[in-house]
């Protein structure tokens, strides 16, 4: 008995340990980075200490005083190795040298002062004002744009700045380049207009591809039934094939057919009509192309499932509707569809999930476009965290998009769990062990 | 009506099933499709009822040639092996399916099925779905549903073989019934001998995709017209023996076997056939004895129960002479 | 077939909602092969000039194509095998033995097999940035692996349902141990499902397009979608007959595969992938 359980906990552990990390670990870190500002700017590791422009605008705004924000920015001007080094890149070594040894570890309060200094240095006097400016402008020391490895760091060179110590917390924690806790992303999922926007989209794809998926899959399944078998296989192994194509050349083939140079646009050429890209040039005609692309490949699973189900009714129950009078539309109304109803039930379940959260084909087809107009929750959730032009992939607003499919993904899966009979599945081993 | 099938030959795959069988069954009469499993009696039947294309031939229903028809216009009622209900229709719905396709109005729907239902004895039953019925019931409302349309035809397909013992009894009779009631021309496919003699007015004996012989069943037992009829019918089964076994017998010359039924040995037909009791099985109101002949053939006997031999014993019994079978070597009846 | 109906209303029908499809497929293959005037659909000679890819480089910036067919072929590969290796075991165990807890393995299997795993894809971009698997092969291979693994242990326990017990049994009680019973005695019986799972994944993980999009954009781990794509997105003018025979070169194998064990695949298909 206890020998069993160890070759079944042994048996299952590779599975349990791959599905751990790279299955479960992902799901609670959605939920995780949802809640946090991560983006490129902060990195996903830890961060810096740096204060901008843009930081002090909003310590401003935050209520610190003015004399100290002065401060911050202006710390007065030292000669230290730092300056020197690039003095010596900017100007030359010799001149460097002299003024180190002249004025080396020496403070001054303005730059009008390390001016003076550096038009009378001896030997290797600078002689034109604009150059003096600027290498006076080398020696200014401020705790702006200066970047702090740690939190100690900051705050010393905050004392030495002589910031008043209870102005310090809010300063750093204003300086903090790395990611942090926040709530923001979810209220932003719930103000930004284009949050409904993607979801409106959401709920138009889902629809239109899901009723083309299950109809035409009913028509495919149906109509091939009643074909000999020869010409039954040849559809079906015609439409299993967008499917079983890789999806990159499967979409170009739909590229290349409502090109402007493609197939569409030649046909309607010799018709007077002039080229247009027939997939990007309307929302409209976008809309119907993805729904195409999808519902050829989502048909196809509706056309299997269906046609099993259709292949498990006893023959002579077809055999006796026909004997009965009725015609094949009373046959596939009467005694067809209505043995169907758990396949249907359970396709659509299933890819209602998989299309709320699908975007590969959108991707490949029209990117979102033309526009916004093809956008989808999923899709923005890619581009807002992985892939966008602005350049700044804000991971955490991603993940709070993609929270939400994943939380309605759990929740159906564990529908289907109902779905799915599931004591059925338990049966106990037979062999106790 | 009067159903004629003229030279009908089926074949699947090039292979003829059935080939060049001639069947007529006369208005309200029911005939039985008897013969061995492979025969050809569900492919006969399912040609019948449209299922089956008829590769040659000619099916007439009384003078209306029905050969090229679909299934639909045919007016044929079928009852399948299983019923073949459909298990998502409540009963009610079932056997107003034929008339719903059809378009009849409702109030002429429910009255019908109400008949039939009566007919059928199921009235309590029709709100039910055929799941929750049990194994007689649903033959009855395959029957009903057969019968709803008014058929021209009414076809069995073993209708019997999916019920128990008592069961097939009872509908046995209740077929039967309802079959003269209504007056229906009737076709009944089986393999059971014993419901084909006890339900049809005449047997149409299949093998090997032919009718071999169309009787009524009493005549077919008695007359048979080669051996396989002889061999088919009867249970316990007939014995052969050569004429050399029945030295006392004046075979004719051509004769190569003779068929002896297990009723037709026994003591209380003198004596002259002796042989050894090899083995004795009881049956309660009767007894089946196996006995070797000398020559080492085996032939059967039915005797009431209690004559307390045994095996190992040796018999002196006689035979009824006028009820002996003799076949030529072509196996066919002198 | 039923001959109470008639064919051809029905071939009429498919056969018109076949035609784009139809169209799309032949022209695939044609165009890879042959020239055409500008504005005309009709090929006017053959030629392989499209398929030039394969002996010279398209540009400098992208890796050749064998180094990414290479790639494509080690990431499919590995991941199928290893996919395979671990739904054999977790699916016997799921399916035969006795352990703690073993409902509750089902049940998140189920979940599991359910899930839409695309949404995950922006976690496990973080992850593996954290982990420096990012933008490695490897990196791919073990999220591929992860990701298509409920699906293969959820097929396997099927085929593992379909052994008799009396099988199992009868070797308990010659003798052997469960571990021999299964290695001997339920493996070969289950052999179908293996091929079937083999081949699954390998067509999955050869059609894989957005975990190495995301995962690893590099150019040293390309693999054959993402090479075709980004080649579909340089290109200003669009010189589809050349995409065409990139595809045609890329779809070789599934195509071959797809030929000789369609039948198998349907199935397969059947219990659910991609929506
Ligand atoms: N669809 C088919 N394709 C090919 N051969 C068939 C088909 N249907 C029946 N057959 C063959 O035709 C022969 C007759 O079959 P049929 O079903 O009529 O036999 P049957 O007399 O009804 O037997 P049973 O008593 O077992 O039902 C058999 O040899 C069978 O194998
Ligand atoms: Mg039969």
């Known amino acids: 008995m206890k020998r069993m359980n160890w070759l079944g906990l042994g048996f299952l552990a590779p599975a349990l340990l791959v599905i751990a990390l790279f299955f479960l670990a992902p799901v609670i870190m959605t939920g995780f980075f949802a809640f946090t500002n991560m983006s490129t700017a902060t990195g996903i590791t830890g961060g810096d200490y740096m204060l901008n422009k843009s930081a002090l605008r909003a310590l401003g705004d935050a209520g610190l005083p003015d004399a100290t924000l002065e401060k911050l920015e202006d710390a007065g001007y030292a000669v230290d190795e730092k300056g020197l080094a690039a003095l010596a890149a900017q100007i030359d070594q010799e001149t460097a040298d002299e003024f180190a040894r002249l004025h080396g570890g020496e403070s001054f309060a303005t730059r009008r002062d390390v001016e003076r200094a550096l038009k009378d240095l001896r030997q290797n006097r600078i002689r034109k004002t604009r150059d003096r400016k600027a290498a006076a402008e080398l020696f200014k020391r401020s705790v702006l744009n200066e970047r702090f490895g740690t939190e100690a760091e900051f705050r010393a060179a905050l004392t030495a700045g002589g910031i008043a110590p209870r102005d310090h917390d809010q300063i750093t924690a204003q300086a903090y380049t790395g990611w942090v806790w926040t709530t923001e992303n979810v209220e932003l999922l719930f103000t930004l207009p284009s949050t409904w926007r993607y979801a409106a989209n959401t709920a138009i794809y889902v629809a239109f591809t899901l009723s083309f998926n299950v109809g035409f899959g009913l028509f495919l399944a149906i109509s091939t039934f009643y074909l000999p078998a020869a010409q039954a296989a040849t559809f079906r192994a015609i439409w299993f094939l967008p499917r079983i194509l890789p999806p990159v050349l499967y979409v170009l083939m739909w590229k290349w057919f409502t090109w402007d140079t493609g197939f569409l646009s030649t046909v309607t050429g010799w018709f007077g009509m002039s080229p247009k890209n027939w997939m990007l040039d309307s929302p409209t005609h976008a809309w119907t192309t993805i729904v195409l692309i999808n519902g050829f490949v989502g048909a196809s699973m509706g056309m299997i499932l269906f046609a099993s189900a259709i292949r498990a009714i006893p023959a002579s129950m077809l055999h006796a509707s026909e004997v009965d009078g009725a015609n094949r539309w009373q046959q596939v109304r009467y005694i067809i569809l209505p043995q169907l109803r758990w396949p249907i039930l359970f396709t659509t379940a299933y890819q209602t999930l998989s299309l709320l959260t699908s975007f590969e084909y959108i991707l490949l087809a029209t990117d979102g476009g033309p526009g916004r107009a093809t956008e989808v929750w999923a899709l923005a959730a890619y581009h807002t965290a992985l892939n966008n032009y602005g350049g700044n992939l804000q991971y955490g607003l991603g993940a709070a998009f993609a929270l939400v499919l994943v939380i309605i993904g759990i929740l159906a899966s564990l529908f289907y769990l109902r779905l799915f009979n599931f004591r059925q599945l338990v049966g106990k081993p037979l062999i106790e062990g | ?334 | ?275």
């Open chain 3, 1 to 275: 077939m039923r001959h109470n109906y008639r064919n051809w209303p029905i071939l009429l029908v498919l056969g018109i909602f076949s035609t784009p499809l139809l169209i799309m497929l032949v022209f695939q293959v044609v165009d890879s092969f042959t020239l055409k005037q500008p504005g005309s659909l009709i090929p006017s000679g053959f030629t392989l000039e499209h398929f030039r890819f394969l002996w010279e480089e398209l540009d400098t910036g992208r890796a050749g194509i064998w180094r990414v067919t290479l790639n494509t072929f080690i990431f499919a590969t590995t991941t199928a095998t290893v996919v395979t290796a671990i739904a054999l075991t977790a699916g016997y165990a799921l399916s035969r033995l006795n352990f703690p807890a073993r409902g509750f393995f089902l049940a998140g299997l189920i979940v599991l097999h359910a899930f839409p795993t695309v949404t995950l894809i922006i976690a496990i971009f973080l992850i593996l940035q954290i982990l420096g698997l990012y933008d490695t092969l490897i990196g791919v291979i073990i999220v591929k692996t992860a990701l298509e693994l409920p699906f293969g242990i959820w097929i396997m326990k099927g085929f593992y349902d379909t052994v008799p017990w009396e099988i199992e049994m009868a070797g308990v009680q010659d003798g052997a141990s469960r571990l021999r019973v299964w290695w001997q005695l339920v493996l070969p019986q289950v052999q179908p499902g293996l091929m079937a799972i083999l081949i699954f994944s390998f067509l999955s993980g050869w059609s894989e397009f957005i975990l190495p999009l995301v995962l690893a954009p590099g150019s040293d781990a390309q693999v054959l979608a993402t090479y075709m794509q980004a080649l579909i997105l340089d290109d200003t003018k669009a010189d589809f007959d050349l995409f065409k025979a990139v595809g045609l070169f890329y779809a070789l194998p599934v195509v071959v595969i797809y030929v000789i064990f369609q039948n198998k695949l349907m199935n397969i298909y059947g219990g659910g992938s991609k929506g």
């Open chain 2, 1 to 334: 009506m009067q159903l004629d099938l003229i030279g009908f030959t089926k074949r699947f795959d090039g292979t003829p099933v059935v080939s060049g069988m001639d069947l007529s069954v006369a208005s309200g009469e029911m005939i039985a499709l008897l013969g061995p499993s492979g025969c050809g009696k569900s492919t006969t039947l399912f040609a019948i009822c449209g299922i089956h294309r008829i590769d040659e031939g000619r099916l007439m229903f009384g003078e209306r040639d029905v050969s090229g028809l679909p299934s639909q216009r045919r007016n044929v009622g079928v009852v399948f092996q299983n019923y073949a209900l459909y298990p998502h229709m409540s009963v009610f719905d079932n056997i107003a399916f034929p008339l719903k396709v059809q378009k009849a109005d409702k109030d002429q729907i429910r009255r019908r099925v109400g008949e039939m239902a009566e007919l059928v004895h199921i009235e309590t039953l029709l709100d039910r779905r055929p799941a929750q019925l049990s194994g007689g019931q649903q033959q009855r409302v395959a029957l009903a549903r057969a019968l709803v349309r008014n058929p021209d035809v009414l076809l069995l397909d073993e209708p019997l073989a999916n019920l128990d013992a008592k069961l097939r009894l009872e509908m046995r009779s209740e077929i039967r019934r309802i079959q003269q009631e209504t007056g229906l021309t009737a076709i009944l496919v089986t393999h059971d001998q014993v419901e084909a003699m006890s339900m049809c007015d005449r047997i149409a004996l299949m093998n090997n995709g032919r009718i071999v012989q169309i009787d009524g069943p009493t005549r077919m037992y008695r007359d048979p017209m080669d051996k396989f009829v002889a061999s088919f019918l009867g249970n316990p089964p007939i014995s052969f023996v050569t004429p050399e076994d029945l030295p006392c017998f004046g075979a004719p010359k051509a004769c190569a076997e003779i068929g002896l039924r297990p009723e037709h040995v026994g003591p209380q037909f003198g004596t002259g056939l002796t042989g050894e009791v090899r083995f004795v099985e009881t049956q309660g109101r009767e007894d089946l004895f196996d006995i070797a002949l000398p020559s080492g053939r085996m032939i059967r006997s039915v005797q009431p129960a209690g004559s307390g031999l045994r095996p190992g014993q040796t018999v002196d019994w006689g035979y009824d002479a006028a009820e002996l079978l003799c076949f030529d070597r072509q196996e066919v009846r002198l």
